[in-house]
């Protein structure tokens, strides 16, 4: 079974950054790994994924530039480093997993979701 543990949200005022982690216990190490969010009133989204093989990532187009997806394989975590932030980035962000995260975006495992506004 595997468990995602997300944390580092907070409030960031617009042009600051914020650095997500998320903590994986299980076998994650073959699983591509990812970040989507939901922001109040919205579908959740794909945000960044990261291959578990050779480390490839992908983000989506209104993250590209200010986000960078990272992971350590050896001690289970990936984390999301947020420059720029703006407004439209507050959302609740969460972590995921496995499943067709890479291909579809359809993970199949989700973290519990951790709080990011950014306000001035």
């Known amino acids: 079974q595997v468990q995602l543990v997300g944390s580092g949200g907070g409030l960031v005022q617009p042009g600051g950054s914020l650095r997500l982690s998320c903590a994986a216990s299980g076998r994650t190490s073959m699983y591509d790994m990812g970040w989507f969010r939901q922001a109040p009133g919205k579908e959740r989204e794909f945000v960044a994924a990261?291959?578990?093989?050779?480390?490839?990532?992908r983000y989506a187009d209104s993250v590209k530039g200010r986000f960078t997806i990272s992971r350590d394989n050896a001690k289970n975590t990936v984390t999301l480093q947020m420059n720029s932030l703006k407004p439209e980035d507050t959302a609740v962000y969460y972590c995921a997993a496995g499943g067709n995260l890479w291909s579809v975006a359809l993970p199949r495992y989700w973290g519990q979701g951790t709080q990011v506004t950014v306000s001035s």
């Open positions: 990261i291959r578990w093989d050779d480390g490839s990532t």
